[in-house]
């Protein structure tokens, strides 16, 4: 079963702009994943985020987490067209992850 | 980072064969292996959990005699599609930690099945 609900489904920008997509989730647990995945790829881990942090960056990524209210958001800064994938996070309970339906996103030049 | 490969990336059958997809750890070991199964355009559910020399542990609605799986070693994990269905057809995706519970989930390419 799934256990993060995502939205947007589908994100379109311009180059440059920044692209947000956000992440609940129903259950406890013990991190919080970001994962990217290119079309018919397989999946590239891009941040995790335990449950006792708020915030997290990585290069033009930065990830937040709300515990009180099971939400996490994952924010691109000045997005490139190389940006264009399907991004999912994933909930870590006790060694088992569940993704979410993820957000399509699509970045033009 | 570590590397797992997953192989075959793609491969086509009839109705009624058996397909084994094998998932491998390359530079670390792998205690436990996760399999998943992505639909077009979908995220990715969780079939079963694979143990090193135990029994997978499936989930809520996986049939474990159809999608059996077997871990004999630490760096490789198989799952075998029986008697595949065009229902079955679908992307395929293993992972494995190269540490503790809470470490990072490394993940194969994928293995795209299509039953004919």
Redesign the interface.
Known sequence: ??QGEEDPQALSIQEGENATMNCSYKTSI??L?W?RQNS??????LI?I?SNEREKHSGRLRVTLDTSKKSSSLLITASRAADTASY?C?T?S?????????T?VVVTP | ?AVVS?HPSRVICKSGTSVKIECRSLDFQAT?M?W?RQFP??????MA?SNEGSKATY??GVEKDKFLINHASLTLSTLTVTSAHPEDSS?Y?C?A?DGP??G???????S?LTVL
Do not use: C, P
Request: charged share 20%.
């Open positions: 079963s799934q013990n991190n994943q994962y018919g790829r397989g999946l590239v881990h995790l335990r999912f994933a870590d006790w060694g088992k992850l569940q993704f979410g339906a993820g399509q | 980072g997953q436990t996760f998943y355009k979908k995220s990715l559910m969780l959990t989930e809520q992307f995706i992972s930690r519970n809470t990072e989930l490394f993940f194969g390419e994928g795209r």
